[in-house]
């Protein structure tokens, strides 16, 4: 069965940056895009951006450009994202989940279980 | 971006009541709207896509209907397993961008 399973949680002081990593299993790794999700305040949820393993093509939020690196590591069935320049606003539950297809709508069907980051001093 | 406005922000329903939620698009996204349970504690989950499809193991009394800018989610008969955020989600155009949820609690 697909899992995607994520690091655990952090916490982190203001300025300093932060990796997180999931690893996907249970299905071909390379055959779907990857999308990486923020909550906060236990609320709302915003999409940050996506990379395909394939190719390591990438999509970005533009609010999220410069604060977020997606890679992935296809050895290892497992995609990366790395948050900079940490402040308060980047508190939040991290998920990762995959983006499936079916011709014509996408939609994300498996989620990870998400990483919980706290940036304080 | 695409800016989905979902109601009600809360709401209370009885063992068996049917609710919907509404999901307004800012503009047209051609039934690319996909539906999010999310418990508490929990990861979202989907049920609906392409804005009436049922996924995969969701119970038959969760549906999606919609057009346009305009879609809802029902859920003809609460059951306690039911409360939990639910959002709304269009995939039609770049940034992907979700509703703000609706936390359906049993009454």
């Known amino acids: 069965q697909v899992k995607l399973l994520q690091s655990g949680a952090a916490l982190v002081k203001p300025g300093a940056s932060v990796k997180m990593s999931c690893k996907a299993s249970?299905?071909?790794?390379?055959?779907?895009?990857v999308s990486w999700v923020k909550q906060s305040h236990g609320k709302s949820l915003e999409w940050i951006g996506e990379?395909?393993?394939?190719?390591?093509?990438?999509n970005f939020n533009e609010k999220f450009k410069g604060k977020a690196t997606l890679t992935v590591d296809k050895s290892t069935s497992t995609a990366y994202m790395e948050l900079s320049r940490l402040t308060s606003e980047d508190s939040a539950i991290y998920y990762c989940t995959r983006l499936d297809y079916d011709g014509t709508y996408y939609y994300f069907d498996y989620w990870g279980q998400g990483v919980m980051v706290t940036v304080s001093s | 971006d695409i800016q989905m406005t979902q109601s009600p922000a809360s709401l209370s329903a009885s063992l068996g009541e049917t609710v919907s939620i509404e999901c307004l698009a800012s503009e047209g996204i051609s039934n690319d709207l996909a539906w999010y349970q999310q418990k508490s504690g929990k990861s979202p989950q989907l049920l609906i896509y392409?804005?009436?499809r049922l996924q995969d193991g969701v119970p038959s009394r969760f549906s999606g209907s919609g057009s346009g800018t305009r879609y809802s989610l029902k859920i003809s008969g609460m059951q306690p397993e039911d409360e939990a955020d639910y959002f709304c989600?269009?995939?039609?155009?770049?940034?992907?961008?979700f509703g703000a949820g609706t936390k359906l609690e049993l009454k």
């Open positions: 990379i395909y393993p394939n190719s390591g093509a990438t």
């Open positions: 392409a804005a009436s």
């Open positions: 249970g299905y071909t790794f390379t055959d779907y895009w």
């Open positions: 989600q269009q995939s039609y155009k770049y940034p992907y961008t």
